[in-house]
């Protein structure tokens, strides 16, 4: 296996590295990156364009002639990533020795890694490898309160977050509207930015509904046991005033004089 280690930093430092790393060519425009990579041991492309309030968006386009991975140096102030696979795998670990949790077609992750640990992302050979990145910042920006929301449903104590379920429709076809704006220039950049947090915004709210519906099932069984517990309460009182009224029948007892006398 080919391993492979990623400093972050700037996104300029970030595409060199993988430039010197992956034996590419980089050309950069305007804020836009194009690494093309003919090598002996991988094809393809990466394509990235970097916003001026630090939001990232990254396409990945690899076949590998073996086994890679590549480590991926964690900091404190990490983004937030949102990665959306559209061919193969990828499997990822929260360093060398950690679980790993396997993305594939179909499926995003978001992931944030602000621990000491890095993040390890693994690539098979031989095997196309399409998936494209959104880094959203945690520190705030222009926009304070997505990035806030973000935080708040997207990091944790430990620093090592990761969550991966069923691309959603809607994103994917946002996506595609990113990778084909034909709009240039500053109305380009205004348009492909409002997408990507036209994105985020989605996750938000996705995440908001998936964790609230999580909790249907307790709630459910709750309700079940305290009618359970209205509905035996109710047979246990009826029984005992059922009893109570055939004692008296048997004995000829009135509860009415025995009151009064306690009354007395």
Request: a positive charge; hydrophobic letters at 40%.
């Amino acid at each position: 296996m080919k391993k492979l280690y990623l400093n972050n930093g700037e996104f300029d430092t970030v595409f060199n590295d993988l430039k010197d790393s992956f034996d590419g060519k980089l050309s950069a425009k305007n804020n836009e990156y194009n690494l093309d990579i003919q090598s002996k041991w991988t094809k393809g492309s990466i394509k990235g364009t970097r916003f001026d309030d630090k939001i990232l968006f990254m396409h990945f386009d690899l076949v590998f002639h073996q086994d890679v991975s590549l480590s991926i140096e964690a900091f404190q102030s990490a983004p937030v990533f949102f990665v959306y696979c559209e061919n193969g795998n990828v499997s990822h670990s929260f360093g060398v020795n950690g679980e790993k949790k396997i993305l594939r077609k179909n499926q995003s992750a978001v992931l944030n890694n602000s621990s000491v640990i890095n993040s390890v992302l693994y690539f098979e050979s031989h095997k196309r490898i399409q998936f494209t990145l959104l880094g959203m910042p945690t520190v705030e920006n222009k926009n304070a309160t997505l990035v806030s929301r973000v935080k708040q449903n997207f990091t944790n104590d430990s620093g090592n977050y990761i969550y991966i379920g069923k691309e959603n429709t809607k994103i994917s076809q946002k996506i595609q509207q990113f990778k084909t704006m034909p709009e240039k220039g500053i109305v380009g950049t205004i348009l492909k930015k409002s997408i990507l947090n036209h994105i985020v915004e989605i996750e938000v709210e996705q995440h908001d509904f998936n964790y609230l519906k999580t909790f249907d099932p307790i709630v459910d069984i709750a309700v079940k046991q305290i009618n359970e517990i209205k509905r035996i309460s109710t047979v246990i009182f009826s029984d005992a005033l059922a009893s109570v009224k055939l004692f008296r029948a048997k004995h000829h007892w009135s509860f009415k004089l025995y009151n009064q006398k306690l009354a007395s």
